[in-house]
């Protein structure tokens, strides 16, 4: 079960908006919700505390899937945890009739969870996508990518192209195969993991051990040039006890680079506008 911290307000304010263009409400950890004229997609959207010890969430739950009207698509990037998480997004499928669309590794993930038989969601709900597949959905075409992440097992990113600009989500990614995005698509907005190195408890062990999850501040930078990104805007420096990190830091780290040419620093339940 999940429970909110914020009651029913975020999905509320997203069924109630009316976007003139692209409107993206941020989730905190890597989630998102894209909403347009057409279309409603979530993106990663990850409503569990973590596995104390080894993981603790540091921002509210905000909101119960159980209060998600509509959806188009649930998305995920890669199969770890706290982006394919039945919880968080099984009632959202089994509630909306919604497609999950994933690679291989996070279909196969929430298939061994028992999503069918736990939460009803039906089996032609799930599918399976390679990097540079393309969907529409509705006015929002979205196109996978391959992505750098040396800790997933199949990783990818997203590319979401409508009249008013392109979104990227980048999952977790880190630098090393944006360069033939940047040249494929004109991104407006890119949002990339960022964080801290910390000392977590190992999954097995539970002993500390050093871990990076995520991009540093030049690592970051280094993703957002590869992208030709326009604005940037971090994740996950909010999420994780002893991994969290300052985005702010980051304006010193961007400004001397042609991209990107502005820095989001958004918070958990944050609306932006393309």
Request: charged share 25%; with cysteine; glycine share 8%.
């Amino acid at each position: 079960m999940v429970h909110s911290d914020w009651g029913d307000w975020l999905p509320r304010a997203v069924a109630d908006a009316d976007p003139d263009g692209l409107d993206i409400w941020y989730l905190g950890c890597n989630g998102f919700v894209l909403k347009s004229e057409e279309a409603t997609v979530f993106a990663d959207p990850y409503l569990g505390t973590g596995d104390p010890p080894r993981t603790v969430r540091m921002i509210p739950v905000p909101f119960d899937p159980a209060d998600v009207e509509a959806a188009d698509a649930i998305l995920a990037t890669h199969e770890h945890s706290d982006h394919v998480d039945g919880p968080s997004q099984a009632p959202i499928l089994a509630r909306t009739g919604a497609t999950f669309f994933g690679p291989d590794a996070s279909v196969e993930t929430a298939r061994e969870a028992g999503w069918t038989e736990r939460w009803d969601v039906d089996g032609g709900q799930f599918t399976a996508v390679e990097s540079w597949d393309s969907v529409d959905l509705g006015d929002l075409t979205v196109t996978v990518t391959p992505a750098n992440d040396p800790d997933a097992e199949h990783p990818v990113g997203y590319c979401f192209e409508h009249d008013a600009g392109t979104f990227f989500h980048g999952g977790d990614a880190r630098p090393g195969s944006f360069a033939e995005v940047g040249e494929r698509f004109d991104v407006d907005l890119a949002a990339l993991a960022f964080g801290s190195v910390g000392q977590i408890p190992d999954k097995e062990t539970r002993i500390p051990k050093r871990t990076r999850w995520y991009n540093d501040e030049n690592q970051i930078v280094e993703a957002a040039t590869e992208l030709a990104t326009d604005r940037l805007l971090p994740t996950h420096w909010d999420m994780w006890k002893g991994l969290t990190a300052d985005p702010t830091a980051l304006h010193d780290h961007v400004r001397s680079f042609d991209h990107p040419r502005t820095l989001e620093v958004v918070e958990i339940g944050d609306r932006i506008s393309l």
